[in-house]
T-cell receptor, first 111, second 114 residues
Framework: DAKTTQPTSMDCAEGRAANLPCNHS???????VYWYRQIHSQGPQYIIH???NNETNEMASLIITEDRKSSTLILPHATLRDTAVYYC????????????FGQGTELSVKP | SAVISQKPSRDICQRGTSLTIQCQVD?????MFWYRQQPGQSLTLIAT?????????ESGFVIDKFPISRPNLTFSTLTVSNMSPEDSSIYLC???????????FGSGTQLSVL
């Protein structure tokens, strides 16, 4: 199972880019990296996922290093509503694709 | 996307009683999971709900305490049995259409046990 490591917390100024790192050095060649976030008192929300190419959608960009051992989630213009806990997860494919959540990164966007 | 209806949204229960939480999805899904989130903590996977067979439980969770049913591809229930105050948590249902598909979460059931 590929474990992920994230900083416990980060701050970001409103309007600036938030760059959230994740280490997944034991990831296998065919395993995706998924990012979710949980805003207080809500269920987790899917953000983006990728295999080896950089990905972008309406919420964020995902940059995956060439060796695939780490990735960075980028929120290009953070707003106060982006304050949440962000989780970087690699599914366990040989057990039905289940997701095991770590502690994530608590992002605080400040005015 | 998948729309998940989870009931009840919250409940206050007495010690020693049981509560059944329902998870209804608006379309058929392959994968269904139940999570628990204790106050101030991350999510912990309880079990994978398997359609037509017994659920697969994670370490530390047992069927007698958390019986799960999944009669079809759109519905599942989780029962929290013989409750104690330590069971006070948010319980979340999550679904995915298949392997390598994003997971969708219900809004959760806030359970308080007195």
């Amino acid at each position: 199972d590929a474990k992920t490591t994230q900083p416990t917390s980060m701050d970001c100024a409103e309007g600036r880019a938030a760059n959230l790192p994740c280490n997944h050095s034991t990831i296998s060649g065919n395993e995706y990296v998924y990012w979710y976030r949980q805003i207080h008192s809500q269920g987790p929300q899917y953000i983006i996922h990728g295999l080896k190419n950089n990905e972008t959608n309406e919420m964020a960009s995902l940059i995956i290093t060439e060796d695939r051992k780490s990735s960075t989630l980028i929120l290009p213009h953070a707003t106060l509503r982006d304050t949440a806990v962000y989780y970087c997860i690699v599914p366990i494919y040989n057990q039905g694709g289940k997701l095991i959540f770590g502690q994530g990164t608590e992002l605080s966007v400040k005015p | 996307s998948a729309v998940i209806s989870q009931k009840p949204s919250r409940d206050i229960c007495q010690r020693g009683t049981s509560l059944t939480i329902q998870c209804q999805v608006d379309s058929q899904v392959t994968m269904m999971f139940w999570y628990r989130q204790q106050p101030g903590q991350s999510l912990t996977l309880i079990a994978t709900a398997n359609q037509g067979s017994e659920a697969t439980y994670e370490s530390g969770f047992v069927i007698d305490k958390f019986p799960i049913s999944r009669p079809n591809l759109t519905f599942s229930t989780l029962t929290v049995s013989n409750m104690s105050p330590e069971d006070s948590s948010i319980y979340l249902c999550s679904v995915a259409r298949g392997l390598d598909e994003k997971l969708f979460f219900g809004s959760g059931t806030q359970l308080s046990v007195l």
